[in-house]
Antibody, heavy 119, light 107 residues
Framework: QVQLQQSGPGLVKPSQTLSLTCAIS??????????WNWIRQSPSRGLEWLGR?????????EYAVSMKSRITINPDTSKNQFSLQLNSVTPEDTAVYYC?????????WGQGTLVTVSS | DIVLTQSPDFQSVTPKEKVTITCRAS??????LQWYQQKPDQSPKLLIK???QSGSGVPSRFSGSGSGTDFTLTIDSLEAEDAATYYC?????????FGQGTKLEIK
């Protein structure tokens, strides 16, 4: 059974960088059948897909166009985890952030991290 | 981006009732449509993948149908534990998008 454990700060100041990590157990970040996603949820925007990383003989990253200039999703192969960095945050980035394994559907979800952007 | 529109937004139902939630896509997505259940303070849980395939461990009272632009989630004989918000999600093309959600209240 795959489990995803999120970690990272719950409070970020405006203009700073939001950083979250998702530790994977029960699967490998190198899986050839899945992808590793970040999704966020807020009352105003609902569920919003941010991007993903996956390995198919090499690493691929795909991002939502609305995030493309600010977002980085990276695998950490030494720790079997992946991360999210979102730069230049504003209060509109306040949301619950989820890491999610995608394998014929968004099958496994992290516990969610409420990130508040406020000074 | 593909827009998914669910109906209704809210429904109040009694136990043992049959519930139908619909999801309409702004363009054809084949069968690349999933359904999720989210209870308060929990992460979403996959119920149905590829429009009609049950997720792992999902009770048989949950079923899905449809293709193209129109999809349906059906809950036969509703139970109290089914009180939740239900979302559809398309995986036909990036960016992945979601419906706005349908909140089910149990009377």
């Amino acid at each position: 059974q795959v489990q995803l454990q999120q970690s990272g700060p719950g409070l970020v100041k405006p203009s700073q960088t939001l950083s979250l990590t998702c530790a994977i157990s029960g699967d490998s970040v190198f899986t050839n059948t899945g992808a590793w996603n970040w999704i966020r949820q807020s009352p105003s925007r609902g569920l919003e897909w941010l991007g993903r990383t996956y390995y198919r003989s090499k690493w691929y990253n795909e991002y939502a166009v609305s995030m493309k200039s600010r977002i980085t999703i990276n695998p950490d192969t030494s720790k079997n985890q992946f991360s999210l960095q979102l730069n230049s945050v504003t209060p509109e980035d306040t949301a619950v952030y989820y890491c999610v394994r995608d394998d014929s559907g968004l099958v496994d979800w992290g516990q969610g991290t409420l990130v508040t952007v406020s000074s | 981006d593909i827009v998914l529109t669910q109906s209704p937004d809210f429904q109040s139902v009694t136990p043992k009732e049959k519930v139908t939630i619909t999801c309409r896509a702004s363009q054809s997505i084949g069968i690349s449509l999933q359904w999720y259940q989210q209870k308060p303070d929990q992460s979403p849980k996959l119920l149905i993948k590829y429009a009609s395939q049950s997720g792992s461990g999902v009770p048989s009272r949950f079923s899905g149908s449809g293709s193209g632009t129109d999809f349906t989630l059906t809950i036969d004989s509703l139970e109290a534990e089914d009180a939740a918000t239900y979302y559809c999600h398309q995986s036909s093309s990036l960016p992945y998008t979601f419906g706005q959600g349908t909140k089910l209240e149990i009377k």
